[in-house]
């Protein structure tokens, strides 16, 4: 089973419509993050969360809000999605206490389309 | 500010070396790192370097850091049709801080 998974895997919906992207993980991870990839852009970040009490923005988390409702799940709400939020949004988690590198392992993507 | 930059693509030929480059501009990054991405799959950590550390070596790839012109480069001996990805130069400052990725290098390779 993968550690990091994402629902939906694709979505496309409509402009003006909320929209939110779940992110579950067991890797018991404290650490988990939001970000989206553009062609070209590489990935940039949304928000971050250290611990379920911990909300960061982070570079371009406009139009974007985040809940972290438990240690294991992290999602992404779109308030009112617009077309240039169509992108591929992924999920991450990391736990530098593990290890002296602070690796970030991914969830598998989510492929967003606004029409 | 934090910036990482890599070219967007590369075309190798099966078997010869493929040299992946990176530059940033924090010279306080103490961690930098490759992530390899295979198409429809999230990134995962392929090798890293410590700052204080010029070369590392695993396998088939070899990490060069230059810390004076903050230029970090991957390099893909005997590359395979499977190396083909979209590769992620990042650097943080510390164990505990955010990464910052570039844009990433497409890797593609042709017979």
């Known amino acids: 089973d993968a550690d990091v998974t994402q629902t939906p895997r694709n979505r496309i919906t409509k402009t003006g419509k909320r929209i939110m992207l779940e992110c579950s993980q067991t890797k018991g991870h404290d650490r988990m993050y939001w970000y989206r990839q553009d062609p070209g852009l590489g990935l940039r970040l949304i928000y971050y969360?250290?611990?379920?009490?911990?909300?960061n923005k982070g570079e371009i988390s406009d139009g974007y809000s985040v809940s972290r409702q438990a240690q294991a799940k992290f999602s992404l709400s779109l308030e009112s999605a617009i077309p240039n939020q169509t992108a591929l949004y992924f999920c991450?988690?990391?736990?530098?206490?593990?290890?002296?590198?602070?690796?970030?392992?991914f969830g598998p993507g989510t492929r967003l389309t606004v029409l | 500010g934090e910036d990482v930059e890599q070219s967007l693509f590369l075309s190798v030929r099966e078997g010869d070396s493929s040299v992946i480059n990176c530059t940033y501009t924090d010279s306080s990054s103490t961690y930098l790192y490759w992530y390899k991405q295979e198409p429809g799959a999230g990134l995962q950590l392929l090798t890293y370097?410590?700052?204080?550390?010029d070369m590392k070596q695993d396998q088939r790839l070899t990490v060069l850091l230059n810390k004076k012109d903050k230029h970090l480069s991957l390099r893909i001996a005997d590359t395979q049709t499977g190396d083909s990805a979209i590769y992620f130069c990042a650097e943080s400052y510390s164990s505990a801080s955010k990464i910052i990725f570039g844009s990433g290098t497409r890797l593609s390779i042709r017979p």
């Open positions: 969360s250290f611990d379920v009490k911990d909300i």
């Open positions: 991450a988690t990391s736990d530098p206490s593990g290890g002296s590198y602070n690796e970030q392992f």
């Open positions: 370097i410590f700052s204080n550390m």
